[in-house]
Every structure is written in structure tokens, then in C-alpha cells.
């Protein structure tokens, strides 16, 4: 591996690993050596003694990153000759066979495949785990906080369960924004016995914002704004290697075909390339093989990317629009520079629309902008969102309760309470709870009550049970396989009104459908000149945290020009500013814009959700706008004297919930009663504490 001396990370880490018994959490920038910091004294330990069941489970987001660790775990292990297996969706039969047959060594899995193996194999286990001494999480940020988090924090409790010694668990993360929050979540009942590593070293970041300006419009034609990113994003990427990110799967499709586009009128190679969930393992391994080839190449990606996946020396980032964290912008920015003494550049393309006359305020901000100057300052500062570990899981706990059951072939529900609750992951449902929640599963077919007093499957569960869908905790929307002869390049979302003689822009190529088949969820394809953007679901981002949003208050309000911004981007934000001056928003919160009233209170979306919520309550009819709520054609005083009532009388958090009318959210949610759907979404979506806080300052 060519080292020349080991990092004080992997250093502390080897003494803690050798000479301790805390679990431990290790945070450091991508390519900080994380991995061999945790897997050198793990392999030091099992030098000597590694078979008779796998020593060490390494667990990852993605398959993707499994196989590149596999890769480079397979290099570390060679010479002690320490066997290392990997076990998701795409290995085949023979390969579990001999993990079975051999049990040792290191395995290499996903939460899922986890899963799968506790309901499929479930009589395998003890020979395969039960010697077990290592978990590896690795990427715990992107688990934080989650319903996949929840289902293996589960997942582990289970393992836990039984052993006279525990063990003990590693978990890596590049962003870490409150270290309490993740010693929680990795420990619930003893936080106190987790430690966290970090790495104070810095690097070199060259950073630039670029600014574009589309005239409104209404199709997804491209503009002449648009022609002018790519040709930007060409001279910055060719004949380097880079990543470019966008929020949106869409998005990276538009830009890869205009990209394609661009090089073919000027004449030149292109050197870009797509890689995103929807694509199939075939086109995905080819982009990452081409990244990591001596040739220059740049890609066009999601976050299936902004994980630790080695794709060779990243030389620059790009971002497309602000990101929907900072810790997103952080981990992205991270993906580059990983040479010694190179610098990690990034740059970020904020795309605006001309506002129309009669435009709404906030686009006259340019709120794009403004969030992306915001997050961009934060992450200066050195701050990310903390992890939010106290979410309440409801429909992973559907889910795991299914799954007990299954695994057993029926358990006593105290059997299943203790299992999932008493010793496991879901400390923050009480008894009565889990007694409502079983009562909903029951209601729904999920479970039925034996008459010697088990609970077994219901007909519905069963059927939920033995779906390939089952063994993730998250919702995976039906999409349609798209082929090109026997050839799988990806798969879309299914769309009313889709047909033959239609268009598809696909893995940055343009295809003519030529067959769509929904009962064997197919459609058939040949090259094509027309295209047509396809709908992908799941496109929505996150919520965005309270200092975000103060810090773009103070970004529109300041007087200076950041020095990463370009003259175009400079100029959106000047704009900005003196539009926000004449409507007088430093001065105050609520604005005349017309007939209507405008009101900027500047927190995150958890608050403006609950402050909208306490609007309606109140009897007001009100639209989220951004980061602003509008109030159609009623006046300041009478918005203010019904925010005013409300802090003489508003109601309980759950009374608000109820009035939601979409609360489920999760992949299980529908199953429970709407008196625990509002439970949850009042918990996990609305913080009612702060936006009775907000109205106190200012109303």
C-alpha cells in the first residue's frame, strides 16, 4: 500500500482498539484513513484466530461501497490470509455458499442483507455470528437519525442479545455534528462507554460560487443561461476528474445530455458521465471504473457518490444548487483533494430564475443563492447539523416486530416486547405504545393472535413478509426497467399516460421508447435524437435546520461580498439585498406585498411547518413560501392579532398534529391508527416549543 507512516487518527485508534474496551466513534474528512484506521488492529487481533465464524461484520449504505471496501479489505488481509466474504443483492449463490461452508474472517453487508439473513437463515446464525468480536458501521452520519438507521440499530440490539461478552462497535463518519447526539444513538442506555476519535488536521479548499440567471420559464427547454453552465462546467471539468452533484436525479440527466450536446456542436470529446441510483449495475460500474482509470473523466452524480466509494483522485467538485445540509456540502467538498498536499476545490452553480414583475418577494431574494452563501459560511465556521437521534420509528418498529415473528415462526408479545424494546434499539416507545402498535398491526392483517396466545402472521404480513421488499425498512416506489435490446440501462418511475412512440433521456443518452410492457414492468428502447427528462421519485430534500436559516438572514442583511462568489453570483445577491432593503425586511417581520402579508420569521422548516399549522388553527388561510409564509389578502394587523391570541390559548402539539391532513410519512406509517400516526408526525415533523417561541419575539 506504499505507506510511509501511519496518521495520528489510525495511531489513537490502534492504542484504543488494543488497549481498551470502549466502543468507538471515528470521525475524520473523507480519505482521513478511517477505514484502516479501524480494520488494522481488528486484523492484528484476529491474526491468529479466524475461523470458525466471521470475527469482524462490516456493515455500509451501499452496495457500491461494500464492494470497493471488499476490494481494498481483500489487499489488508492477503498476506495474514484472513478470509473476506461480502453479502448483498448482487452475489451470487456460490459466494454464500462458501461463507457457510467456511465461516471466518471479515463479512461485508448491508442493514438489509442483515435482514435477510436473520429471516432466511435464521438457524445458520449461531455458526455463522457466534463467535462474532467487530461491528463496523461504516458512513454513520448517512444511518443517523433515519429509518434504515432505526432498522439497524435494531438489528444490532438483536445481535447483541445473549452474549455473555458483547462486540464491540466502530463506527466511521467524515461529518459530525454533535458528538453527544451520535454516542446516543450508538449507545442508548450507555453513551457514557462510547469514545470519539477525531482529526483536527486541515487542508487547503479552493471554493468558487458561480451565479446564473434563467429568464422564467415554463418547459424544461434549455436556455441560453443553461448552455452557458455547461459550457462553464466544461472548461472547469475537462480532462480533469471530477464529480458534479445535483438534488435531483432529473437535473443530472438534463445536464449530462446538454453536455453531451455541448461537446457534439463544439466538436470535442465527451468526457462526462451519469451515475445514480436508477442506473443499472452495469452503466454505474462503468462510470466508476472510468473514474478510476488513468483517463480523465467527470461525472454527473448523486449522492450514491458522496460516500466513501473510491473513484481514483477526485481533482475538483461540483455542486449543483445548494445542498440540503451542510454536512452534505462538507462530505461532498471532501470527495477531492485526497492526495497529499492537494487542495479540495469545489464549485458550486446556483441556477436563478428572472423574477417576473409580478414575482413573489422571496424569489425576489433569490433564496437559492442566499442558502447556499449561508451553508457555505457555516461550513467555514466549522459547523454541521447534529444528528438527529431521538426520532421516534414507529414504522421500522412495524416492521422489526414482522420480522421477530417471522424469524421465530410466532413469539408471546412480551417475547417480542423484550426483544425489540426491553433489550432493544426502540427505548423511546413506552409499553402502552407497543401495545397500540400491535393492536394496529393486528387491525390491519399484519398479525393474528394464536389461540395458544402467539402472535403469528396475518395473511397480510405474510405477504409483506415474503416480498423482496420487506428487508428494507425504507419505501422503494415501483419503477419500470428500461432495456436497450438485452442490455438494462436503468429504471424510471411509472407515470399516468406513459406509452410507445414516446422519448427518454436515460443515463445521459436519448432513447425512443419503442414498447412499454407494465405487466413485466419493462419498456424497450433504441437509440434516439429527440429525448424527453424522465420522472424519478423520491426527488424531495430535507428539512432545513434552524441556523441555516438565521444565517441566511444575516447574509442578505451584512454589507460585505464574499470573495468565493463571481461576478454574476455577487450581483444576484446585491440584488437580493436591495430588494429585502425596500420592502424594509431588517426592519421587521411582516411585509404589505399588495393585498397580501408577508411574514419572514427565519427558522427551520420543523418550526415554519408548525408555525403554518398554528396559522390554520388560528383561522387563517396561509401558503409556505420558502423560507416565508403568505397570507392572501389579509392585512398585518389582523395576522397579528390572530398569532397575538394564540399565545393567550393554542393548542396541545397533538391537537395540532390531528390537523394535518397527510401524516404518514414513513414506509409503514399507513398501517398504524391515525391516533399513532398523529403521535408521530407531532413528535418527528412539528416543534411546537419554537414556534411558540418565534411568535413571543415577534408578534
Known amino acids: 500500500m506504499r505507506w510511509t507512516e501511519l496518521r495520528p487518527l489510525q495511531i489513537e485508534t490502534i492504542h484504543a482498539v488494543l488497549d481498551g474496551q470502549e466502543d468507538l466513534i471515528l470521525s475524520a474528512p473523507t480519505a482521513g484513513g478511517k477505514t484502516e484506521a479501524a480494520f488494522l488492529p481488528i486484523l492484528s487481533q484476529?491474526?491468529?484466530?479466524?475461523?470458525?465464524?466471521?470475527?469482524?461484520?462490516?456493515?455500509?449504505?451501499?452496495?457500491?461501497?461494500?464492494?470497493?471496501?471488499?476490494?481494498?479489505?481483500?489487499?489488508?488481509?492477503?498476506?495474514?490470509?484472513?478470509?473476506?466474504?461480502?453479502?448483498?443483492?448482487?452475489?451470487?449463490?456460490?459466494?454464500?455458499?462458501?461463507?457457510?461452508?467456511?465461516?471466518?474472517?471479515?463479512?461485508?453487508?448491508?442493514?438489509?442483507?442483515?435482514?435477510?439473513?436473520?429471516?432466511?437463515?435464521?438457524?445458520?446464525?449461531?455458526?455463522?455470528?457466534?463467535?462474532?468480536?467487530?461491528?463496523?458501521?461504516?458512513?454513520?452520519?448517512?444511518?443517523?437519525?433515519?429509518?434504515?438507521?432505526?432498522?439497524?440499530?435494531?438489528?444490532?440490539?438483536?445481535?447483541m442479545q445473549g452474549r455473555a461478552v458483547p462486540p464491540r462497535v466502530l463506527a466511521l463518519s467524515a461529518t459530525l455534528g454533535d458528538a453527544e447526539a451520535a454516542r446516543r444513538w450508538l449507545s442508548p442506555r450507555t453513551p457514557e462507554r462510547v469514545r470519539v476519535v477525531t482529526d483536527a488536521s486541515g487542508r487547503d479548499v479552493r471554493y468558487l460560487i458561480q451565479g446564473y440567471l434563467r429568464p422564467a420559464s415554463v418547459d424544461d427547454e434549455p436556455t441560453d443561461e443553461d448552455r452557458r453552465l455547461v459550457a462553464d462546467l466544461t472548461r472547469a471539468f475537462i480532462n480533469r476528474t471530477g464529480l458534479i452533484f445535483a438534488n435531483s436525479r432529473k437535473q443530472l440527466e438534463l445536464l449530462a445530455d446538454l453536455a453531451a450536446r455541448h461537446a457534439e456542436q463544439e466538436r470535442i470529446t465527451n468526457r462526462f458521465r451519469i451515475h445514480h441510483g436508477s442506473l443499472s449495475k452495469a452503466e454505474r460500474e462503468a462510470t466508476e471504473d472510468a473514474l478510476r482509470s488513468d483517463s480523465p473523466a467527470t461525472t454527473f452524480c448523486s449522492s450514491t457518490l458522496e460516500l466513501g466509494i473510491d473513484v481514483g483522485n477526485v481533482q475538483a467538485v461540483g455542486q449543483i444548487g445548494a445542498p440540503w445540509s451542510v454536512s452534505a456540502l462538507i462530505q461532498r467538498l471532501g470527495r477531492s483533494g485526497r492526495r497529499e498536499g492537494e487542495a479540495a476545490e469545489l464549485r458550486l452553480y446556483v441556477v436563478e430564475e428572472e423574477p417576473m414583475v409580478d414575482?413573489?418577494?422571496?424569489?425576489?431574494?433569490?433564496p437559492e443563492l442566499l442558502q447556499a452563501v449561508a451553508m457555505t459560511e457555516l461550513m467555514l465556521q466549522g459547523w454541521c447539523e447534529p444528528p438527529e437521534a431521538d426520532r421516534l420509528h414507529l414504522s421500522t418498529l412495524v416492521q422489526q416486530v414482522l420480522s421477530v415473528i417471522a424469524e421465530r415462526g410466532g413469539a408471546t408479545a412480551g417475547r417480542v416486547f423484550d426483544t425489540l424494546i426491553t433489550f432493544g434499539a426502540f427505548i423511546n416507545v413506552d409499553e402502552a405504545c407497543f401495545v397500540q402498535v400491535l393492536r394496529s398491526m393486528g387491525a390491519a392483517d399484519l398479525i393474528e393472535q394464536a389461540p395458544e396466545g402467539e402472535l403469528i402472521l396475518g395473511l397480510q404480513g405474510e405477504r409483506i413478509v415474503r416480498s423482496l421488499d420487506f428487508y428494507a425498512a425504507f419505501v422503494t416506489d415501483r419503477e419500470l426497467q428500461v432495456f436497450h435490446g438485452p442490455h438494462r440501462i436503468g429504471s424510471v418511475s411509472e407515470t399516468p399516460g406513459m406509452g410507445g412512440d414516446g422519448f427518454l433521456i436515460l443515463a445521459g443518452r436519448r432513447w425512443r421508447i419503442l414498447e412499454v410492457d407494465l405487466e413485466r414492468g419493462e419498456i424497450l428502447v433504441e437509440p434516439s435524437r429527440g429525448g424527453k427528462l424522465p420522472y424519478f421519485a423520491g426527488a424531495g430534500g430535507s428539512d432545513i435546520h434552524p441556523r441555516v436559516r438565521e444565517e441566511m438572514r444575516r447574509v442578505l442583511f451584512d454589507m460585505g461580498i464574499p470573495r468565493y462568489l463571481d461576478s454574476h453570483a455577487a450581483e444576484l445577491l446585491r440584488r437580493g439585498r436591495a430588494a429585502a432593503r425596500e420592502a424594509g425586511l431588517a426592519e421587521r417581520a411582516f411585509v404589505a406585498v399588495g393585498r397580501d402579508t408577508v411574514w419572514f420569521p427565519w427558522v427551520g422548516s420543523r418550526i415554519q411547518r408548525t408555525l403554518a399549522g398554528l396559522c390554520?388553527?388560528?383561522?387563517?388561510?396561509?401558503?409556505?413560501?420558502?423560507?416565508?409564509?403568505?397570507?392572501?389578502?389579509?392585512?398585518?394587523?389582523?395576522?397579528?392579532?390572530?398569532?397575538?391570541?394564540?399565545?393567550?390559548?393554542h393548542p396541545s402539539v397533538l391537537e395540532l398534529a390531528a390537523t394535518f391532513p397527510v401524516k404518514a410519512q414513513a414506509k409503514?406509517?399507513?398501517?398504524?391508527?391515525?391516533?399513532?400516526?398523529?403521535?408521530?408526525?407531532?413528535h418527528n415533523a412539528l416543534d411546537l416549543e419554537g414556534a411558540i417561541e418565534t411568535l413571543r419575539q415577534q408578534v
Not at 113 to 130: D, K
Not at 138 to 156: N, V, W
Not at 359 to 366: E, G, I, K, N, T
Not at 634 to 644: C, Q
Request: proline share 4%; net charge negative; glycine share 8%.
Open 46 to 159: 484476529l491474526a491468529e484466530d479466524f475461523a470458525g465464524g466471521v470475527r469482524a461484520l462490516y456493515i455500509g449504505p451501499l452496495k457500491a461501497l461494500i464492494n470497493d471496501q471488499f476490494r481494498r479489505l481483500e489487499e489488508l488481509c492477503a498476506l495474514a490470509q484472513i478470509p473476506v466474504h461480502r453479502w448483498h443483492g448482487d452475489i451470487g449463490q456460490a459466494a454464500r455458499r462458501a461463507l457457510f461452508e467456511r465461516p471466518g474472517g471479515v463479512l461485508l453487508i448491508t442493514p438489509e442483507s442483515v435482514e435477510s439473513l436473520r429471516i432466511n437463515y435464521a438457524h445458520r446464525l449461531p455458526l455463522l455470528l457466534g463467535r462474532l468480536e467487530y461491528v463496523v458501521i461504516d458512513e454513520l452520519h448517512a444511518f443517523i437519525g433515519t429509518e434504515r438507521g432505526a432498522h439497524l440499530q435494531s438489528l444490532l440490539a438483536r445481535l
Open 359 to 366: 414575482a413573489r418577494l422571496v424569489d425576489r431574494l433569490f
Open 616 to 649: 390554520r388553527f388560528a383561522g387563517l388561510e396561509v401558503c409556505e413560501d420558502e423560507f416565508a409564509l403568505t397570507f392572501a389578502k389579509v392585512d398585518e394587523p389582523a395576522v397579528r392579532g390572530a398569532l397575538a391570541s394564540l399565545l393567550q390559548r
Open 668 to 682: 409503514y406509517d399507513s398501517f398504524l391508527s391515525e391516533e399513532l400516526q398523529t403521535r408521530l408526525f407531532a
